[in-house]
């Protein structure tokens, strides 16, 4: 059996399959590894990106393709499809990180950090103006309702988290779920308003495709509480950047956190960056110190799977 890997991922493979992998470079994926013959290459383990139908055509032999990441919105489906390809992904290996980082970003507006962090660069005791024996100064997020959007692998990381919280825990899904954490589980478009009006916190692990593109739009942002706070870990094109921009501007939610835009990496020109309440990061909300373990585990075992038969974990049905 002949594979092909990016050398990004080789030392989270076991020496004793190195003579039957040919290492690329990111160069050398990028030419479609035009120096080599790939005939007789039958699984691939690559970026997303990567697979498309020009770098597919110079692997007659292969039949199984490993991505990289969970989301493949920008691997040539239709091409996978047409040769009837096995195509796993590796969801789940960054859901713990993802999650924590969720909870920094609720937590940073919760606890007003933005304005904590200016008082101190300013050597200001400020108790936000209040008399300090009977001050609120910060929303707990104890008996707040956070929203999921998106009830995989991410999302019941984010549910657990919550639950330690003292959260009520809202679910939107395609399908009922009834963990027993979750407070209430809304399905269907029918219910999506009324989801997007019930939470403090809305948290989207959504795939992206053509039906969830600008899910989160003007008419979402005009549903939410206007002390509401939005957190995208998911991908950019599931939010309508100019409604959300226009809703924080006129105060409609509290504010947002995107790890993810719809153009990356975010233009320097981008109004995103003026944009008060804002929090950005890029993409990298699921690089923590945990996801090289998991996602080295779920790669030996699925080339282990391949080797002796048996089907792929994190299988893409399509």
């Known amino acids: 059996m002949r594979i092909i890997c990016n050398d990004l991922y080789k030392h989270l493979i076991r020496e004793e399959y190195y003579s039957d992998i040919l290492f690329l470079t990111n160069e050398e994926c990028e ?32 039949r199984f393709i490993q991505i990289t990441g969970a989301g493949y919105d920008r691997s040539d489906m239709e091409e996978v499809k047409r040769r009837n390809l096995l195509f796993s992904n590796t969801r789940g290996v960054m859901s713990i990180s993802i999650a924590e980082d969720v909870f ?50 991410i999302g019941r990381e984010i549910a657990k988290r919550a639950e330690a919280f003292g959260m009520k825990i809202f679910v939107y899904d395609v399908v009922e779920q009834r963990d027993e954490g979750i407070t209430r589980c809304f399905v269907g478009e029918e219910q999506l308003q009324e989801f997007y009006g019930a939470v403090d916190y809305l948290t989207v692990s959504i795939p992206l495709n053509e039906k969830t593109r600008h899910m989160i739009g003007a008419e979402a942002f005009a549903a939410m509480k206007p002390t509401a706070v939005l957190v995208n870990v998911a991908r950019g094109g599931l939010v309508d950047t100019e409604a959300l921009i226009h809703a924080l501007d006129l105060e409609q939610i509290k504010g947002a956190a ?54 792929p974990e994190n299988l893409i049905r399509i």
């Open 258 to 311: 995107l790890d993810v835009f719809e153009e990356e990496p975010l233009p320097a020109e981008s109004p995103l960056w003026e944009t008060d309440n804002l929090f950005i990061s890029p993409h990298k909300a699921g690089m923590g110190d945990s996801w090289k373990g998991f996602i080295g585990d779920l790669i030996m075992r699925n080339i282990d799977h391949f080797k002796n038969g048996e089907e």
């Open 31 to 62: 030419n479609c590894a035009a120096d080599y013959d790939l005939a007789g290459v039958e699984m691939a383990v690559l970026q997303p990106f990567y697979v498309q139908k020009e770098f597919l055509d110079r692997m007659p032999d292969l």
């Open 104 to 153: 920094s970003k609720i937590l940073f507006f919760a606890r007003e950090m933005r304005r904590v962090e200016q008082d101190k660069k300013d050597h200001v005791w400020d108790m936000f103006g209040q008399d300090q024996w009977m001050c609120t100064c910060y929303d707990d997020l104890y008996g707040k309702t956070l929203g999921i959007m998106g009830y995989g692998s």
